[in-house]
């Protein structure tokens, strides 16, 4: 099969948010001789991009687009060991690193928001909800320079952002991240107040917010593909 | 007597939808994060798996908490003259917003963070208002200790009316025995509560099928105290429930009945009002869509189901809130919801509410209580007898004339046709400018003008010293 016939496939299936089929058509690619980096590239990558576009013009619906997202987080699981092997810091790729944090149960905004930056382009490591201050300080030390996106859906979470903006200051990592809040009682102006870097209100700003601190960040040394979690 | 109700599902519809809740509760069950409450439903005959947390319900015992709930029942006030009978009669009562946690400010228009104060000085509003039945705890008071916020906003909102209270925040089964405590001190003490409950509570499930520890165990102590509960299901159709209509009313009746199971687990015979604040999600943003006409009709199903289960309910929403300032809202959220208030509720929430219920803004409800009031009539009961219909008087007027001057006219008129206040229709068909405007100095004047029923200076203290003790108990 030519290489054209399989990123059309792949068009199709990230599309179709088809998970079984996006991992088939990352192996056949592989056993093919296509390059992994050629095949999210060429492949998967402008297919993503091809949905977030009728996303943005309405004609597809949410649970489309993160089906999108998980198709293709599925594809570049199967591309990892061969990105690995071939090098894959060639490669390098903005983080985002998402949570809820302490004492804060809310999961689903923040997981809309960690697909939507998945599918923006990004390398997404989720955290997971009620998520201890230390983690979010050691995921920066082990990734480097990153975006976090921190949610609360409670007045009496909230003020746990701040601890994390603070833990991060005394870890002298400050300057390596950009730290974007969002979750129902947070505004701009609490934002503001903590010292965050942004504020969005719903999944969609979160997402453009996040690329876009996320394009002034300096590249970190060794940041790759291979780091998806 | 005549009552116009939107109808929705049919009788096989609603059998169904009765069916699949209880095949959900039998197997695939729901989740309870608390052990304590796990072990009341294993006594009552639940089949309990402990290491997931999962109570699978039976049939058997869903019956049997239908039983034992009350179908009638009062809400009770300070003051009698605002007790809420149930079922309600001819219309349903209305209610503020909660839990916002912004207010728009009177004076200086700004959307800021609410305090303790702004949660008093709107409880004194929503006394002085005759279309608010009665009040949620509406604002969050982000100026006092985060743990204790429950209680500061049942406190101040209790100290600012004589009408009922339904407090929506409560943390913990202490926070419960707090808020608990400060109402048995209103009471006159723990048995008068109970044969008066001056409070009720929102207690929410989280979508899909499960009870987060520190609510359902807060649940059961006010269900032993004698609250009522309402079990507040915020099934959002597409993310915690299934897409469809018709999923939605499902979880949402399922949370419902399972929430029933626990309150009469608790205390068989404690007060439960069939709660839900459920609606489609926006398909594009994730949020949650006010405006769908799908949100009414979940809530006209939801009302019917609850009917057949003889529950009193509080199912859809009157508030036309959509900015931060006040306005009469699209044209489009005011046909949605005015379908929605006559499904077979028995309490309409929202009142009051901006910013998709983030906010609370005062002229909003100055707003919303004029509409209200419009918009009830709609719903009053409308004789339908030989005498009303009036063949004596069609027969004397003849062929071709006119009933201007007849008995019959003279007699039903005022009792029949509705004539709206002139001055609130004037103010509620102004320009934006002139509503916003109108309705603030008139929340202004309320709020300069109304006196409410005063708490004795030592209650204030007791109350006082109550919150500062638990204040205590949380620091240490």
């Known amino acids: 099969m030519a290489a054209n016939d399989i990123y059309e496939e792949i068009m199709q299936c990230i599309a179709d948010g088809d998970e079984d089929w996006a991992r088939e ?3 056949k690619g592989l056993d093919e001789g296509v390059s992994p980096l050629d095949l999210i590239e060429n492949g998967f990558t402008p297919a993503l991009r091809a949905v977030g576009e009728r996303w943005d013009t309405g004609s597809i619906f949410l649970p489309e687009m993160i089906l999108s997202a998980d198709a293709m987080k599925a594809a570049v699981r199967v591309l990892q060991p061969a990105l690995q092997e071939a090098g894959g810091g060639a490669h390098d790729m903005k983080t985002c690193v998402v949570g809820t944090v302490k004492g804060d149960i809310h999961d689903i905004g923040k997981s809309i928001v960690g697909a939507l930056v998945e599918a923006s382009g990004l390398a997404v490591i989720d955290l997971g909800t009620n998520v201890e201050t230390e983690l979010f300080v050691n995921a920066v030390r082990e990734r480097g320079s990153c975006v976090i996106g921190l949610s609360a859906l409670l007045t009496t979470t909230m003020v746990e952002m701040k601890i994390v903006l603070d833990e991060l200051a005394k870890a002298g990592l400050r300057n390596q991240v950009r730290v974007a809040v969002g979750g129902a009682p947070v505004t701009q102006a609490f934002a503001d107040e903590i010292g965050a870097d942004g504020y969005a209100e719903d999944g969609m700003s979160a997402m453009h917010l996040i690329q876009e601190l996320a394009a002034g960040l300096d590249p970190a040394p060794g940041e790759s593909m291979s780091k998806v979690a | 007597m005549a009552r116009a109700r939107m109808t929705f599902l049919n009788e096989q519809e609603q059998t169904l939808i009765h069916e699949q809740s209880i095949k959900t509760l039998e197997k695939i069950g729901v989740q309870v994060q608390s052990r304590s409450v796990l072990e009341l439903l294993e006594q009552k005959g639940a089949a309990v798996d402990y290491d997931a947390m999962i109570a699978k319900l039976p049939e058997k015992l869903v019956n049997a908490s239908l039983e034992t709930a009350p179908k009638e029942f009062s809400l009770c006030a300070r003051d009698p003259k605002h007790d809420l009978k149930f079922p309600s009669y001819p219309y349903p009562y209305a209610t503020t917003s909660g839990l916002a946690v912004k207010v728009t400010d009177l004076r200086t228009g700004e959307y800021r963070a609410s305090t303790r104060k702004d949660a008093a000085e709107f409880a004194k509003l929503a006394d002085a208002l005759n279309p608010v039945d009665f009040l949620w705890t509406s604002l969050t008071a982000t100026d006092v200790p985060a743990f204790a916020h429950g209680p500061h906003e049942l406190w101040a909102t209790m100290q600012n009316t004589s009408k009922h209270v339904q407090g929506v925040t409560v943390q913990s089964a202490e926070d419960a025995r707090v808020q608990v405590e400060l109402a048995a001190l209103v009471a006159g003490g723990s048995d008068a509560l109970r044969a008066r409950p001056l409070m009720s509570v929102i207690s929410c499930p989280i979508a899909p099928l499960s009870f987060e520890r520190g609510a359902i165990e807060a649940q059961v102590e006010f269900a032993r105290a004698g609250i009522p509960i309402c079990s507040m299901s915020m099934s959002m159709g597409g993310i915690t429930a299934p897409v469809t209509v018709a999923g939605t009313i499902t979880n949402a009746n399922t949370e419902n009945l399972a929430s029933i199971v626990i309150t009469q687990a608790a205390c068989p015979g404690s007060p439960h009002i069939y709660t839900s604040e459920s ?4 398909m594009q943003t994730g949020a949650i869509n006010y405006s769908a006409p799908e949100k009414t009709l979940i809530a006209i199903g939801l009302g019917e189901m609850a009917n057949r289960y003889g529950i009193p309910c509080l199912v859809s929403d009157i508030g036309f809130g959509d900015e931060t300032h006040p306005n009469v809202g699209p044209f489009s959220d005011l046909a949605i919801q005015i379908m929605g208030v006559a499904s077979r509720t028995d309490i309409l929430t929202g009142m009051g509410c901006v910013d998709s ?3 609370i803004c005062f002229g909003q409800l100055v707003v919303d209580a004029y509409i209200w009031e419009c918009v009830r009539e709609f719903m009053k ?10 063949l004596d008087a069609v027969a004397e007027v003849g062929h071709a004339h006119h009933f201007l001057k007849s008995k019959h006219t003279r007699r039903f008129m005022r009792d029949e046709i509705t ?15 002139t509503v916003i405007a109108e309705a603030n100095r008139i929340a202004e004047q309320l709020l300069k003008d109304h006196q409410v029923l005063a708490f004795d200076e030592d209650l204030i203290q007791q109350g006082d010293e109550i919150i500062r003790a638990y204040e205590g108990r949380l620091a240490a």
């Not at chain 2, 609606?279 to 926006?282: F, G, N, Q, T, Y």
């Open chain 1, 25 to 27: 058509l990352a192996q």
């Open chain 2, 279 to 282: 609606a489609p999600m926006d």
């Open chain 2, 357 to 359: 219920a983030k906010g």
């Open chain 2, 381 to 390: 009961e409308v004789h339908v007898t030989e005498e009303r219909i009036g």
């Open chain 2, 419 to 433: 004539q709206w206040d002139p001055s609130k229709v004037e103010m509620l068909s102004s320009d934006a400018k």
